[in-house]
């Protein structure tokens, strides 16, 4: 109780000033761009929309009148399960003028058989095959040379896809002509299988899938996802298709971007996607992914940063915005950290524990706000609720602690050279070529 008491008496000490200077991490930073930035671009998106649909109409009727064929490319490696389940599915589409490409990266299950025999069944239009493993990139650029539509569409072979996710992912280059890529709306669909899925499908659902239609519609939006992503077949061939490295689909994005053509986010192309279910695999992926910033934004395309001719505003900022919060604002935490405990090492007992309320309190009313802009309301916003508390020490020490090791790894030894993910012989080109 005495404790309690003199949490009180410090809560009512504040004022003004004294929360600032408390929790300036939170209010300058965090709360301005997550929350301010994020809501006055989704609002304004929002009531927009009724001015958009008739734009939209117009474009999805071009689309169908057009029916161009879109090649559909799924590359991986001993997916022969997921791969039948994904055939089967693709029947459902309400859009079927696609042909389906998978390429079996040296699988060593019996990927080849299923695959063989979901020709012959007419499922798969073409199936290819690298006899030695060469990675995602290489299956994936083969896809491409033996791709014949006017789009292409790169799926993962563990995902689901709504029935008009096809469709609604191609529409929107009928919408904007100067559209080079569509990300899709990508969901957890193992949500259920352990915290640790559970922890990431609202990190998907509150962050990921607003934070996406924020960028988009800012002009910054800087990565499709290689789960679900959509893109104009003379984009990829301009950019020569997907390069070796532990962040493809970031670097991709940026090839096309800087063909100074738009990257959008769609909402209603909708994908549910498996997640780690462990934390030592949340580690493993999100390593890899936090290396990718070091790799490609500061040194494959930090050209980026510098007046060049092909310099571009949008391109700039989306990488500074990136670089910013996602490096700068890493490290400058451990500055608050380090202010807090050297300035207020005698209230500091009250600090932290006050910084995890305010934090869930704001993480509980994001949450509700944003629940308003979704595309898809069900049972998970409630269920989702329950674990909300526990997103403070996710986001907050658990992401940041791998974010803040990867940046070290990287920065100092290039470690994504060495990652495993890739074959050996494909990092060691790779490297050679400073890419």
């Not at 389906?100 to 695959?115: A, E, K």
């Not at 790799?295 to 007046?307: E, G, N, T």
């Not at 500055?335 to 309190?361: A, G, H, M, R």
């Not at 993480?363 to 329950?386: G, M």
């Amino acid at each position: 109780m005495h404790y309690l008491d003199n949490l009180i008496a410090f809560v009512m000490s504040l004022n003004g000033v004294k929360i600032l200077r408390f929790f300036w991490f939170f209010f300058f930073f965090e709360f301005f761009r997550f929350f301010v930035v994020d809501f006055s671009t989704i609002f304004l998106w929002r009531i927009s929309a009724p001015f958009r649909k008739r734009r939209m109409d117009v474009a999805r009727n071009s689309f169908w009148k057009e029916s161009p064929l879109i090649s559909i490319i799924v590359p991986g490696r001993n997916e022969g399960d997921n791969i039948y389940r994904l055939a089967n599915s693709l029947k459902e589409q309400t859009y079927q003028h696609f042909e389906l490409i998978v390429i079996d990266d040296g699988s060593d299950d019996n990927t080849q058989l299923i695959c063989k025999s979901l020709v012959k069944s007419g499922l798969i239009t073409n199936y290819l095959r690298n006899q030695v493993r060469g990675g995602k990139a290489s299956a994936a650029n083969l896809g491409l040379r033996y791709s014949k539509g006017k789009f292409v569409i790169h799926l993962d072979a563990d995902c689901s896809y709504d029935r008009d996710a096809i469709e609604n992912i191609i529409v929107p280059f009928y919408y904007d002509a100067k559209i080079g890529a569509v990300g899709g709306n990508i969901q957890v669909h193992n949500y259920k299988d352990s915290l640790c899925a559970t922890l990431q499908a609202i990190e998907y659902y509150d962050n990921i899938s607003i934070g996406r239609i924020s960028t988009s519609q800012l002009g910054i939006y800087r990565q499709i996802s290689g789960a679900f992503g959509a893109f104009r077949r003379s984009s990829l061939d301009s950019v020569g298709g997907w390069d070796i490295g532990p962040g493809l689909d970031g670097d991709i994005t940026v090839k096309v971007r800087k063909l100074k053509q738009k990257i959008h986010f769609e909402p209603s192309a909708l994908c549910q996607t498996n997640v780690p279910v462990t934390f030592k695999g949340l580690i493993r992926q999100r390593s890899r992914w936090d290396k990718s910033l070091i790799r490609f934004r500061l040194r494959k395309h930090k050209d980026v940063f510098f007046p060049n001719q092909s310099f571009n505003w949008g391109n700039f900022i989306s990488f500074a915005e990136n670089v910013t919060y996602n490096l700068i604002l890493n490290l400058k935490w451990y500055i608050y950290l380090f202010d807090v405990l050297f300035n207020f090492s005698k209230q500091i007992k009250y600090i932290l524990p006050l910084n995890i309320l305010i934090y869930t309190i704001y993480n509980y009313f994001k949450y509700i706000i944003f629940s308003l802009f979704r595309e898809r309301k069900n049972e998970t916003i409630v269920y989702f609720l329950l674990y909300l508390p526990l997103m403070v020490f996710y986001f907050g020490y658990f992401l940041r602690i791998v974010r803040t090791v990867a940046y070290f790894q990287e920065f100092f030894f290039r470690a994504s050279y060495k990652d495993n993910w890739n074959p050996r012989k494909s990092s060691e080109q790779a490297e050679a070529l400073n890419i």
